[in-house]
């Protein structure tokens, strides 16, 4: 494979692994790496090359996509002992497609410009069912070159959507998450009050989606994950609680103080600590119901 024309791709979990399979699929050259060695078998068993390292990755591959937790494991990945940037070249690109923290996403591209790496911010949003398809909707910013860049291998996994600098992508995907996950509470909430009162929970739900309460959860969540109680959406409340948490920390460095904003961190934060580790996102309806 050519260095030029390869893509590396670190964190194959549940959103990375299929969106690496459909860069393979769609004909690309792709290597992959993931510090659990069950990911690194699931990747392999599914037909994807696994670097041993990722300093490999960083040797081996022009362009790096990172499909991490947070973004103190990209820098770490990136740039810690070992890291795959530390064996990129000048003029390489790394594509950060994690949900993350904006201001640290422009202070990471900051460290990478003496090296002449380029970083683009591309979080997406759909969730597995959308990476299994292809169809994320890709939130992506960076310089114009870079973006434009990124835009070839970035097609195989949804539809990018420009949104300005570098760390506006983050932004923007923190901001839709908060929205996401008021919207479920809210639901959850509308649930257990209509319940109590005597409305069955499927009228619940099937009058919202009628009406002017409908939401992503009220339409693809609560009869599929919460209703039936198995709360296995693929989503990691951990994963909700950083996005509300890092909505809420960029209103804070703005000088702003968003109320709702403020009280749904405050409540994520009291669900994280008696949920269970692991715990899916729509099981705060199982929190809201025991409180
Ligand atoms: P996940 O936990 O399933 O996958 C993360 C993977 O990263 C794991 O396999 C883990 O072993 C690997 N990893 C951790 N540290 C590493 C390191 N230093 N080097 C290499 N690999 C490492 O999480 P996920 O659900 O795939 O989410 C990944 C990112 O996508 C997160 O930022 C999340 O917020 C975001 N996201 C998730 C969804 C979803 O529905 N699951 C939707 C949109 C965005």
């Known amino acids: 494979m050519a260095r030029a024309q ?26 992959g790496y993931d510090v659990s060695q ?31 937790p947070n973004a103190a494991i990209v820098r770490e ?22 949900s993350s923290y904006p201001s640290a996403t422009r202070a990471l591209g900051a460290e990478l410009e003496p090296r002449s790496i380029g970083l683009v911010d591309a979080p997406v949003s759909g969730g597995v069912g959308r990476a299994v398809k292809g169809t994320l909707a890709i939130i992506a910013g960076g310089g114009e070159r870079d973006v434009e860049r990124a835009e070839t291998v970035l097609a195989h996994m949804g539809k990018v959507h420009r949104v300005g600098a570098l760390g506006n992508g983050h932004a923007m995907k923190a901001l839709n998450n908060y929205v996401s996950a008021a919207g479920l509470v809210a639901a959850c909430e509308a649930l257990i009050v209509g319940e109590k009162f005597g409305l069955a929970p499927e009228t619940v739900v099937d ?4 009406s002017t309460g409908r939401n992503n959860s009220t339409e693809n969540k609560l009869k599929q994950f919460v209703l039936n109680r198995a709360f296995d959406a693929g989503f990691a409340f951990a994963l909700m609680q950083k996005d509300v948490r890092a909505a809420a ?25 008696a949920l269970p580790a692991g715990a899916d996102h729509t099981s705060v309806f199982e929190w809201l119901e025991r409180r």
Request: with cysteine; aromatic share 2%.
């Open 38 to 68: 069950d990911a690194r078998e699931q990747a392999r068993a599914d037909g994807i090359p696994v670097a041993d390292g990722l300093g490999a990755i960083g040797r081996d591959c022009a362009t790096v996509i990172a499909m991490l």
């Open 207 to 210: 009058i919202l989606n009628v």
């Open 6 to 31: 390869t893509t590396g791709f670190v964190g194959l979990g549940a959103m990375g692994l299929p969106m690496a399979k459909c860069i393979l699929a769609g004909g690309g050259d792709l290597i």
């Open 249 to 273: 920390d960029l209103s804070t460095e703005l000088g702003l103080d968003e109320p709702l904003l403020k009280d749904l961190t405050g409540l994520l934060d009291r669900a994280g600590e």
């Open 77 to 98: 990945a990136a740039l810690g002992d070992g890291g795959f940037a530390l064996e990129m070249q000048a003029g390489d690109l790394i594509v950060d497609m994690s």
